[in-house]
Every structure is written in C-alpha cells, then in structure tokens.
C-alpha cells in the first residue's frame, strides 16, 4: 500500500502519457519538404516575406521548402488548395483577409474558410495608407469628407484591403464616393496620379516614391500606429475619428487539422526566422512591422477582425461571388 501512487501522480503519469505521441508528431515533423503556397504573387508583401525567412526555416527543418504562387479570387484560390489538403506539409501565406473578410464576400466557395483553416502566426502588420491627387487641393482628413459623391476612390480591386477600408472610413465620415476598382494597387496608384481618379488608399511602399516625389499627397494612415515611412502623416484616429483601426496583418495559416504542437514548433521557428536583424531591415523598408505571434494571438485577433469587417460588408451590401 505503501507504494500505490497517490491520484495526483496518476494524473500526472495519464498527462505524460497523453501527450507523448503529440510531442513525437512535433518531434519528428517535417517529413518531406514543406509547401508554402503564397496567395498572391511574387513581389507581394506575404511573397517576400516567405521568400526571406525561406533559408531559415529549411535549415530549422532540414527539409527543402518550396514557396508556391498561386494567385486568384481574393487569395481563395490558394487557400481552398490549403484548406481542403490533408497534407500536414502545406501551408498558407497571405493577408489575414483571407479569414477576417473574404468568408463575408464569397458565399459559394463550397467549404467554410474559418473552420477549414487556422492561423499559424501573423508575420508582419500593415496599413495603408490614404492618398490624394494634388489638383483636388485636398490636403486632410476634414477636407475629404466634404467631398461630393460624384467624386471618386481607386482600390486594388473589389473587397481587398485597400477597398474595405475606404468603406469603413466612409462608414464613419458619412460619405459616399464612387469606387473604381483596379487589378492591383499599383495601377489604381498610377491614375490617381493621372487624375482619372481622386483618391484612395494605398499601401505605403507603393505609394511612397510618388509621395516624395509630389504627385501624391498623403492624408492618413489607416491603423492605429503612424507609417514608418511616412512619420508625419496622421492616422485617422489622430485625425479627429479615435478609435478608427484598419491594421492587416501578412500571416501563415494551416489546415485546421494540423496537430497544436507542430503549430507550435512551426510558430517558433518563424518567429526566429523574422528576428535576423538583416529581414527586419527589408521588411520596414516595405512598411511591415515584424509581428510572429502565438497562434493563440493570431485567432483571437483575426476574430476581433471577422465581426469588425463584417459590420462593414453588411453595410456596403458586397458580395462577390
């Protein structure tokens, strides 16, 4: 009787014993090379960021990792690949949208986004940023919301970052312009710049060059932080709207069966990848701020983000599919 373990160390001994086999899967993970496949293409932020930490983590893993594009539909197109795949080797890159936004705009996909996929970590954060053709003399946030809705915005196409926030922030100012949707921020950015449209929201590293150079004018950054390489452009929420907050967020996601450990391990080998001072260095001059959260984080935040632009698709009324 003396030594009959007492109900704590068996407990403790059923713990160890549960957990083992999952500790082996994140032990032994990976098995072949791993896939990233990127929703965007290449030169995309989520691209280069892949692309940069690539040797890192193929060293961690000693397994090649290969960086896919397949680019399509909002970032669906890759992520039904991802999502509906069995293979505990294939992994999704690109913005949070495609959980906090997309599942409000398409409807037909044939499978459900937010449970058939699980985000890994956030890479990196972005804004974007709110620029206006100077010939429109509009030089703040105050004289913008006067315009009429005969005026215009260009996004880099319908329900993407740069779309949905200027429909957030004209749900707050009470105005209502006419969108005209482009393949792309670069293009919308050019005909702002052209005049065929007066403003819109861009993100800052494309937007950057043609701001210094004065054919842009800068308004307001989107998020709650100001632009490291706009520092004197206000956020909206210093422009008099606190509160307003339009951050995204470049971020790995995974099949939603893909054991919590090896989620683990593979969140922790890319947030030390993202430490090397060198990528820090590129990814700021690209306006991303290196996040590397815990998945934890990462889905309570892309939640917080889902009933936030959900509010904004109900109103506009969009649907895309």
């Avoid at 896919?68 to 505990?88: C, H, I, T, Y």
């Avoid at 997309?102 to 804004?127: C, I, M, W």
């Avoid at 995204?248 to 080998?269: C, H, N, S, Y």
Wanted: include cysteine.
């Amino acid at each position: 009787m003396k030594n009959r373990p007492s109900p704590l160390r068996w407990l403790l001994l059923v713990a160890v014993l549960l957990a083992t086999p999952h500790l082996a899967v994140a032990q032994s993970w990976p098995t072949k090379p791993v896939r990233l496949v990127a929703s965007f293409p290449p030169g995309t932020p989520g691209d280069v960021i892949a692309r940069l930490i690539q040797p890192a983590l193929q060293s961690a893993w000693g397994q090649p990792v290969i960086v896919e594009n397949k680019p399509g539909a909002g970032g669906n197109l890759a992520a039904g690949e991802v999502a509906q795949s069995r293979d505990e080797h294939t992994l999704l890159v690109g913005p949070d949208t495609v959980l906090t936004i997309n599942p409000h705009l398409y409807k037909r996909l044939g499978f459900d986004l937010r449970t058939s996929l699980k985000p890994v970590t956030y890479f990196a954060s972005f804004n974007q940023v709110l620029v206006c053709n100077p010939a429109t003399e509009i030089a703040s946030l105050q004289k913008f919301s006067q315009l009429p809705a005969s005026r215009t915005y260009a996004s880099g196409g319908a329900g993407t970052p740069s779309h949905m926030t200027m429909e957030m922030l004209q749900s707050t100012l009470g105005t209502k312009l006419t969108h005209v949707p482009y393949r792309g921020p670069g293009p919308a950015a050019l005909d702002i710049m052209g005049g065929n449209v007066d403003c819109g929201f861009i993100v800052a590293s494309v937007v950057l060059p043609h701001i210094q150079s004065g054919r842009l004018r800068a308004i307001a950054v989107s998020g709650k932080e100001r632009s490291g390489l706009l520092p004197t452009v206000p956020t909206v929420a210093e422009s008099g709207h606190a509160g307003f907050d339009a951050t995204f967020f470049e971020t790995l996601m995974a099949p939603a069966g893909l054991p919590a450990p090896v989620v683990e391990k593979i969140q922790r080998d890319v947030r030390a990848a993202l430490q090397a001072t060198s990528i820090r260095s590129r990814l700021a001059e690209m306006d991303l701020r290196v996040e590397g959260n815990s998945s934890q984080d990462a889905l309570a935040r892309s939640r917080e983000d889902f009933a936030k632009w959900g509010t904004i698709a109900q109103k506009t009324k969009l649907q895309l599919d």
